[in-house]
């Protein structure tokens, strides 16, 4: 996990192809920022505490500046003789400044970004390479994706075209390279030899890339990871009128180019922006999000998948992989397979397997967390973890909770624990308890209302301080016996794990909210299955961005094992009346494939768990009803979820 940023300035973007009602205003030779450089560096550093570099590209000038004594911040000379010719070379015009802050996770070198090669092109990145590219179990994700990037063809057909590939050449272009790629990310690329700058974020969103296209107010634009702490930025025209500003949006998943050109006649430098397509069939497919099999017919609803004869009940044991080829399966074993491939991905080749001890306790080592609620989403990844990674290793389980012992994910929370063991007793399981209280919590709440942004609602914010909190892992550990009782010790422990897992796009693809039931009975299948697409079509503007940005605040990287492609794909090859089942009641049809995939696990108590989202299992929606609104009635009656916090 890394936080990336980019400011350019100095330069008039034509973006009438990204978006046709926008118009950027001409470039300001002075003006008040709105954010500073180092605004943005202290937001970053948050999510990537082992380095900080910056790196600046001066357009149209023929000076290389001088390195700054830290050696963190050079300026690089970048010729063009359209821009010399247009006078550009008289002096600097544009600057284009690259900002890394690192979180290593893999690698066995130390990286500090921005990466820099003799090309003099620029790469910051904030992601994992899980397939499409190759590298080695020693490589790093960053320095490995900057060398293809630098043997991409940098024809300026690739920038101005739909054409995706030159006459005569076998190189990619970079919409190619990263259409390939499997595993989230976002990143900011300068190609020196066509003077583009390429920017965007995989097909899901599941890394945060926020834009603020340039404005008469600020006329620079900016790329960045998470908002600095200043909210909304209020102009006032005059004494009796304000205007409220967003000033950040998330950007839309996809691959942007800004090619730069010479000078207008007004001596300005400028760059056409593009959206670009994705150039992978595979990859259009699932971002498409249409499955074959959406409507049964009678014979087909007869059959019931939940009788199928269970292969693997023990955890410990190897997954019977060799029972042939996916299609052969049943679906719940399908998905299993999927899944546990998903897991392996998201938990193998961690540098962080090799860091010294946790200092609670000499000799234990904890590399990967989960999201843990008790819930059926969460005891899944627990159990696959299990299985992927050694032994000798513990998992952190963290919990949080707004209401103490009484609220539904602590109850389920432990009750996950005693199933855990008892399917993984050599395994030691680390439930860690984080307790909040609302009432003490008002600086907190406003950093994270700056890193919600720019999402606005209560039900954001009480889902991003939930998930701020659990991630930070600060609690007491829950000791249990060998027997599964209580002991009532409970030890202050604080999770150092780097990776956190979490359940994210398991009610999108399974149908698991009650909204999918009710369009079930009013739209039947057709209506459920265009529900589930459009979900899945908006978690990254709806859900992603917002998690990424509140869970890395705490140097930490979030991996969602449901949405991996692979997974995504064996779910949309599934009919969909054997991933759900909503005439049956809440805890049986709902998600009944991954109700299956428990049952596979050995996990049979959590296969019959309701579902409860994060505010309402912690309980925190219910306390904030009660603080910004009085009561949960008033709150329902003011249609607290979706309200503004402004």
């Known amino acids: 996990m890394c936080g990336i940023a980019l400011i350019l300035s ?34 970053l550093q948050r999510r990537g505490p082992d380095s900080l570099g910056t790196k600046y590209v001066h357009l149209g000038s023929k000076k290389v500046s001088e390195e700054s004594e830290n050696c963190t911040v050079k300026s690089f000379l970048v010729e063009d003789d359209g821009l010399e010719e247009n006078g550009a070379g008289l002096g600097f015009f544009g600057e284009l400044t690259f900002i890394g802050a690192t979180l290593q996770l893999r690698g066995v070198d130390p990286v500090v970004q921005p990466l820099t ?8 990145y904030n992601g994992e390479i899980f397939g499409g590219i190759y590298f080695n179990s020693d490589s790093n994700d960053t320095e490995v994706l900057m060398q293809s990037l630098g043997k991409c063809c940098s024809c300026i057909s690739h920038v101005d075209s739909r054409s995706s590939c030159c006459s005569g050449t076998s190189q990619d272009s970079v919409p190619e390279l990263l259409s390939r790629i499997k595993g989230p990310w976002s990143l900011i690329y ?13 097909a899901f969103g599941r890394r945060s890339l926020l834009v603020h296209w340039p404005t008469a107010h600020d006329p620079r634009l900016l790329l960045s990871s998470v908002s600095p702490s200043s909210l909304r930025l209020i102009y006032e025209f005059d004494e009796k009128q304000t205007v409220e500003l967003n000033f950040w949006e998330e950007l839309p998943c996809g691959i942007y ?9 007004d001596g300005h430098l400028l760059g056409k922006g593009k959206k670009h397509e994705w150039n992978n069939s595979e990859l259009n497919e699932l971002i498409t999000w249409e499955r074959s099999c959406i409507h049964p017919k009678p014979e087909e609803l007869g059959v019931s998948c939940g009788n199928v004869p269970i292969i693997q009940h023990d955890i410990l044991s190897a997954f019977p992989l060799e029972l042939g080829p996916m299609k052969a399966l049943v679906a719940s074993h399908r998905v299993l397979i999927a899944l546990r491939e998903s897991v392996m991905r998201r938990t193998a080749s961690n540098r962080i397997y090799k860091v010294s001890p946790i200092n609670h306790e000499q000799g234990r080592y904890v590399p990967l967390a989960v999201l843990f609620s008790g819930g059926l989403d969460s005891m899944i990844i627990a159990a696959l973890v299990h299985h992927c990674i050694d032994k000798k290793y513990e998992i952190d389980l963290l919990n949080v909770s707004f209401d103490g012992e009484s609220a539904p994910d602590r109850i389920s929370a432990r009750a996950g624990l005693k199933e855990l063991q008892k399917n993984a007793p050599f395994r030691r399981w680390n439930l860690v308890e984080i307790d909040a209280d609302l009432q003490k919590l008002p600086s907190e709440m406003k950093h994270v209302e700056s890193l919600i942004n720019p999402a606005k609602t209560y039900m954001d914010l009480n889902i991003g301080v939930a998930l701020w909190i659990a991630s930070g892992g600060d609690g007491l550990l829950y000791e249990v016996s060998t027997a599964g009782d209580a002991v009532g010790r409970h030890v202050r422990y604080k999770s150092d794990a780097r990776v956190l897992l979490v359940g994210a796009g398991a009610d999108e693809q399974c149908a698991g909210y009650g909204r999918h039931r009710t369009k079930y009975r009013n739209g039947s299948w057709l209506g459920l299955h265009q529900e589930m697409k459009l979900d899945m079509q908006r978690i990254w ?29 064996t779910l949309l090859d599934i009919p969909l009346w054997e991933i759900t089942d909503l005439d049956q009641p809440s805890g049986v049809g709902d998600k009944k494939i991954l109700r299956e995939v428990a049952q596979l696990l050995g996990l049979n108590e959590a296969a019959a768990l309701p579902k409860r989202a994060i ?32």
Request: charged share 25%.
């Open 10 to 43: 100095g330069i008039q973007i034509d973006s009438s192809l990204i978006s046709s009602d926008y118009t950027c205003p001409p470039p300001q030779s002075s003006f008040q920022p709105l954010f500073s450089e180092d605004d943005i560096k202290a937001a």
């Open 117 to 124: 090669d003799a090309s003099v092109n620029v790469l910051v």
């Open 190 to 202: 300068w190609q020196d030899t066509s003077k583009t700058l390429w920017f965007g974020r995989d």
């Open 257 to 265: 180019s800004i090619s730069v050109s010479a000078l207008d006649l």
């Open 541 to 569: 503007k709806r859900n992603l961005g917002r998690d990424d940005r509140c869970i890395a605040d705490n140097a930490k990287e979030a991996r969602f094992p449901f949405l991996d492609e692979d997974v995504i794909k």
């Open 615 to 646: 505010q309402f299992g912690s309980r925190i929606a219910r306390e904030s009803n009660k603080k910004n609104f009085g009561s949960n009635r008033a709150a329902n009656q003011a249609s607290a979820g979706s309200a503004a916090i402004y």
